[in-house]
């Protein structure tokens, strides 16, 4: 309890209260603004924090990672723009509200969900933290080897590149973590002569690169268009109604937030989703998901701040990031001197705790200052990419200099940025990248030294309960995908994805040759479910299911190289908050969850995708035609009297 009282005290110093405020407003103002997220800027900003105390060097990280959970929610509510890869399912319920003159009560309940799901989740955190820490204790090379290992397959597992691609990406990673010198033996792999590589590659020119240089590369593909939106919202606070319906939702989004945000790969994104999908299926009513049902607004919202506060524990507890924005906050505790791990909390107190309750008061700024703020907001979403995008590449080149004042960095930056735009551009997520990077030197580390104590002999990590446990797990996710697969192949007419999924499903969601909606022969309800105004983009749908610049036909058939629905959560600019994948439970719950597979960057530009990837009837492409669900709806009745024609 001392150690708790003494972490309040840190916080209240001034030069922290001034820093956790910087932190959560750089949050929001980022989680507005599409294609730049709290990965990106986390990494641009590393080289401000190395005159900083380690404790207000994280204070300030923190505050940018769940400060940006709800900036996200602005852009989501008031233009049906997603800012954050999290708050894209708070758009179904949120941007309804609006239209029907209820964009205050939408952003008050958002803003009350985030601070109720975020100070549970800092309550479990200040509870459970100290434990797994103290279970961690135990761990040996076996048990950080396993885990290691564990971490990087969760996160490849559901990455939004897809597991192959994620896979080699981690490969990577793992193969650039080993240039520099042998721990071992001191020998020099990887240099080739070369001696700025003689200490290995330095982690703020990777996460630079990939997050900051090659997404503003990725995002200025995209051209910006201008955004019109209220700069007042009146009546923000909900009414009693609102707050009765939404608090359940706002107490099982807690729940779900905070266990889905400790599991490697889980993170903010996917447990907004699975508590948007359970209130939809917990309903009496379903119907009013995506119409302007207030728990559509409160679930999510509350997930995701959960989650990005849950996240911190495998973190701080463990010295394994759940993501890649843990990754990058690793890797600026380890510039500081702090290793992140179980040794935090008795030999670093004073961080752990000042961290910990940070985050209480950052909940409260967050709740103060989230409503006065949007006319900032809204005003800042007007920046052209012209302006933003050259004066952050600026400060990324700068402040990759200031590092080591070394022009040799300068190069890395552009080198990894230019392979971030590559990636990009490939499919390939750069999180299980960055990821793989940031536990290679662990990893390896840990593997030789178990090796020398089993003599070897790689069964021994079965012998010891932790990491024989972690060994199981390990295993399970490598073969479960591969069983799933090899029984669809046995059953094809057993499809292992919902219509309109994945990849894995042998029968296109009403491809070329089906004759049939997706719901059933006789069925007039469209692939999306009961709820669903928009069909599976079949064989007679007019639109495709990328959206406005899909070229992909729907269907996603033999020879498309886009699933009808994508698997893969596109939105995602970090790559991880890697975070990022679709939920199959979404999916399965109506069209306002079909997410496309076309992929959006843009400061702003990437608008119409996204609008047509949630099913917007309002999307339009850039030559201004309908896309999506809204070509599918002004062509779904007379596509019905012609078939009932040809029936005749």
Excluded at 1 to 27: H, K, Q, R, T, W
Excluded at 75 to 83: K, Y
Excluded at 270 to 282: I, V, W
Excluded at 562 to 591: I, K, T
């Amino acid at each position: 309890m001392s150690s708790v009282i003494d972490g309040f005290a840190v916080v209240l110093e001034p030069a922290n209260l001034l820093y956790c405020l910087v932190g959560v407003v750089i949050g929001m103002l980022i989680g507005v603004l599409p294609g730049l997220g709290p990965a990106a800027t986390i990494a641009i900003l590393l080289p401000l924090t190395f005159g900083l105390e380690p404790v207000t060097a994280v204070i300030m990280l923190a505050g940018i990672f769940y400060g940006a959970q709800y900036g996200g929610t602005v852009t989501s509510v008031l233009l049906r723009l997603p800012g954050e890869a999290s708050s894209v399912v708070t758009v179904f319920d949120g941007h309804a509200l609006a239209r029907q003159g209820r964009a205050g009560a939408a952003l008050g309940i958002a803003a009350i969900g985030s601070f109720v799901g975020g100070t549970l989740s800092i309550v479990a955190l200040t509870l459970v933290a100290p434990i797994v820490a103290g279970f961690a204790l135990d761990f040996g090379p076996p048990e950080y080897t396993v885990l290691a290992l564990l971490g990087i397959m969760l996160v490849s597992t559901i990455s939004s590149g897809g597991r192959i691609r994620a896979l080699t990406a981690a490969a990577v990673g793992l193969l650039l973590a080993t240039v520099g010198r042998d721990d071992f033996t001191s020998a020099e792999r990887f240099t080739f002569g070369n001696l700025s590589l003689a200490d290995g590659i330095d982690f703020v020119p990777i996460a630079m690169g990939l997050f900051g240089l090659g997404e503003i590369l990725y995002n200025l593909e995209e051209r910006h268009r201008a955004v019109q939106a209220p700069t007042r919202v009146t009546n923000v606070w909900p009414s009693r109604a609102d707050l009765r319906q939404s608090s359940g939702a706002i107490g099982r989004g807690s729940v779900i937030g905070f266990v889905l945000g400790i599991l490697p790969g889980g993170g903010a994104v996917l447990s907004s989703m699975a508590a948007y999908a359970l209130e939809k299926r917990r309903s009496k009513h379903p119907e009013r998901f995506g119409r302007g049902a207030i728990e559509g607004v409160a679930a999510p919202e509350t997930a995701n701040n959960a989650a990005a506060t849950s996240s911190f524990i495998p973190l701080l507890s463990l010295g394994i990031p759940a993501n890649a924005t843990m990754a990058v906050i690793f890797g600026a505790l380890l510039i500081q001197g702090v290793t992140p791990g179980p040794q935090l909390v008795t030999e670093h107190p004073e961080l752990f705790w000042g961290v910990v309750n940070s985050m209480y008061l950052g909940n409260v700024l967050l709740l103060i200052m989230s409503i006065p703020l949007l006319g900032v907001f809204v005003r800042i979403l007007r920046v052209r990419a012209a302006v933003l995008a050259p004066i952050t590449v600026l400060i990324t080149l700068v402040g990759a200099y200031t590092v080591n004042n070394s022009v040799f960095d300068i190069g890395l930056v552009i080198g990894f940025g230019v392979l971030g735009y590559l990636m990009k551009k490939a499919g390939f997520d750069p999180g299980p990248m960055v990821l793989a990077f940031v536990l290679g030197t662990l990893l390896e580390t840990s593997l030789r030294r178990s090796l020398l104590l089993f003599d070897d002999d790689l069964t021994g990590f079965l012998t010891r309960p932790i990491s024989g446990t972690l060994a199981v797990a390990f295993l399970a996710v490598i073969l479960l995908p591969l069983a799933r697969t090899l029984l669809h192949r046995r059953h094809p007419s057993e499809p292992s994805v919902p219509a309109g999924g994945g990849t894995e499903s042998s029968v296109p969601a009403g491809g070329a040759d089906s004759s049939a909606p997706v719901g059933g022969a006789d069925s007039s309800v469209p692939a999306g479910g009961a709820d669903s105004s928009v069909p599976a983009g079949g064989a007679d749908s007019s639109a495709p299911v990328g959206g406005a610049d899909s070229s992909v036909p729907a269907g996603g058939g033999a020879d498309s190289s886009v699933p009808a629905a994508g698997h893969a959560y596109p939105f995602d600019s970090a790559g991880g908050e890697a975070e990022s994948s679709v939920s199959a439970a979404v999916r399965q719950d109506g069209s306002d969850s079909a997410v496309g597979a076309s992929s959006g960057g843009g400061f702003g530009g990437r608008a119409s995708r996204q609008r047509a990837a949630i099913g917007d009837p309002e999307a339009v492409d850039p030559a201004g035609t309908p896309s999506g669900a809204a070509s599918d709806r002004v062509t779904e009745s007379p596509r019905r009297d012609n078939k009932a024609e040809e029936a005749e």
